[in-house]
């Protein structure tokens, strides 16, 4: 039961205690995985939008500067004629183009370099003349056709290293920006004008805006070529790859894709200036790290709450059952027949009135036992006065002291003797209506008894008492030790042609007084024992006279001091049988109250 309640009680806290932690767990992840978006979506764009300004204010001002300058202007026209080849400026051309391009630099430490191309394919720059090529062939490069097509618009150049830088020029990838240079006047093309910016500008753009040390930013344009890729996360090739070959919104965008075997949340925002998409991608598993916290929080809380309410439930479940399991130990006991129990009530609630309850059943219990124990101690006196006074006592003395007269007269001293034995018995048997006598007289019952049987076997049978002087004093039931030895003679010792020996002994253990008769006759087997002492302790008549007398002598003996008193049976074949009455000390007679022990 207590384990019934304790299991209950800690489903009632858990399951909802559960339920509560998961709702909250989820909502807050939900709630840390929207401002993560959004966050993340405003510093996509503020880094878009930061780099339309920087590309707008290098590529526009310096890409136009060429314009403004008559000078850049009719070099490039002398050189682009189909018949110039590889003819060489002169210093003062190459001095003139070089401050030009060399003072659009100043305060740009994210520009690599400017190089503007003739038509001729020369090179003039701001980088050292021994690093640069000074001729190219602008159709073989990859961006020459997209910057043809543009016509006059500006191009954006994905990563590539540049083929007219020498290798000692060019260590690392740039991003560049590409435009054609026409003549305002005829808007003849004269050549073009390539700005190589290093990928520093993305770094400087990002760290500005503090992005994240979580997941990978990239900026791609239109055909998903790479500009820049900032990547945080481990296995951030594979994830790069996937992203390169999945389906992008041409524009912005928030969408969840499965890249290099994981879920990813990729956020896109496109710049209709620049051409260029700023992406943003965060593993989903990163969303909830700062979830992690609150999770190990809530499983911590659940276990604290589960350890005190699994306290409180033990508290609780022993507190309700101990009354209750008290109380059935004590029906148990009733059951029994020990019928003197009670509870100790100590609340007015339902287990409290079911405590009343069953003092006041076993109260009523009691009193019923005790009364039908009293009335059939009453039943059995009035049978055995009732046959008593059947008999006139007076008149069998006198006849038994004629016949006793009559034999001495004779001589026949032997009937003389067995004739005032039997008067003897007989007084003791009749003239004492008391339930309870002395030991003493008891004793001496069994005396006169035994001089009667004598008579019959000789010297076959003896007899021995073993009582002190102090317990013959002590009261007895009358009659208790009479069915005991005629039992012993009849079925122990009176069919050996040998005889035997009664031992009749007296003693006190504590508050019990025990009475043996035992014999060395012919004994019983622990099969026989044990049926004879269940019938004496049932209502069953089939163990023929003797077993019927022990019945009612066990019988009588519980109805007058209680089920814990009785005859105990022990013996074992050829050695004999020993009977022994367990009785309460009775010193005085006033101090007995019948039916009140049990």
Known sequence: MRSKIVIIFLLLIAVPLAVLGTFAYIDFSHMVERKTVNYTEQIVSQINRSLDQTFREEMQ????????????????????????GNTLPTLAEKNIMFHDIAGSTYYRPEVRGIQII??????????????????????????????????????????????????EAAPAKYIS??????????????????????????????????YGEIGSLLVLNENNELFYEQNNETGGESVRQALLKAELPSGSGTLQLDLGGKPHL????????????????????????????????????????????????????YRLSSPLMTLKDKMQLVEQGHFKQKVSVQSHDEIGQLGSGFNRMTDEIDRLVSQVYALSLKEKEAQLSALLTQMNPHFIYNTLESINMMAIDK???????????????????????????????????????MKIQQLRYGERIHLVIEAEEPIQNWFVPKFVLQPLVEN???HGIGDLQQGGTIWI?????????????????????????????????????????????????????????????????????????SFTITMPVIERKESYVPGTAY
């Open 505 to 577: 002994s007296a003693v006190s253990f504590g508050h019990d007084l025990l009475l043996t008769v035992r014999d060395d006759g012919k004994g019983l087997t622990e099969e026989e024992i044990a049926r004879l002492q269940r019938h004496i302790s049932s209502s069953a008549q089939d163990e023929g006279k003797m077993g019927f007398a022990l019945r009612n002598m066990n019988e009588r003996l519980m109805l007058m001091f209680g089920k814990s008193y009785g005859i105990d049976i022990d013996g074992s074949p050829g050695e004999g049988v």
């Open 488 to 490: 012993a003679i009849y």
């Open 411 to 449: 001589q026949t001293y032997d009937i003389s003797d067995m004739v005032s034995a039997l008067g003897q018995l007989l007084r003791h048997s009749v003239g004492n209506y008391d339930r309870l006598v002395l030991l003493r007289e008891e004793l001496e019952s069994i005396i006169s008894y």
């Open 61 to 84: 001002k310096i890409s136009l500067l060429p314009l403004y300058n008559r000078e850049v202007l009719d070099i490039l026209e002398k050189y682009s004629g189909p018949d110039k």
């Open 118 to 167: 003739a038509n001729n394919g020369y090179i003039f720059t701001n980088m050292d003349p021994f690093l640069v090529k000074p001729f190219i062939e602008p159709q073989r490069e990859p961006w020459y056709e997209q910057v043809v097509k543009a016509d006059g618009s500006w191009v954006m150049v994905p990563q590539h290293k540049p083929d007219y830088l020498l290798k």
């Open 266 to 317: 990729v956020i896109v925002d496109y710049s209709a200036y620049s051409g260029l998409k700023v992406i943003s991608v965060i593993p989903q598993q990163s969303l909830h790290l700062e979830t992690a916290g609150l999770r190990g929080f809530i499983v911590l809380i659940f276990i604290v709450c589960l350890a005190a309410a699994g306290g409180l439930a033990v508290f609780y479940s």
């Open 177 to 210: 920006a590409a435009r054609l240079i026409r003549e305002p006047g005829s808007t003849q093309v004269v050549g073009m004008i390539k700005i190589d910016f290093k990928l520093d500008i993305f770094e400087q753009i990002s760290a500005k805006f503090q």
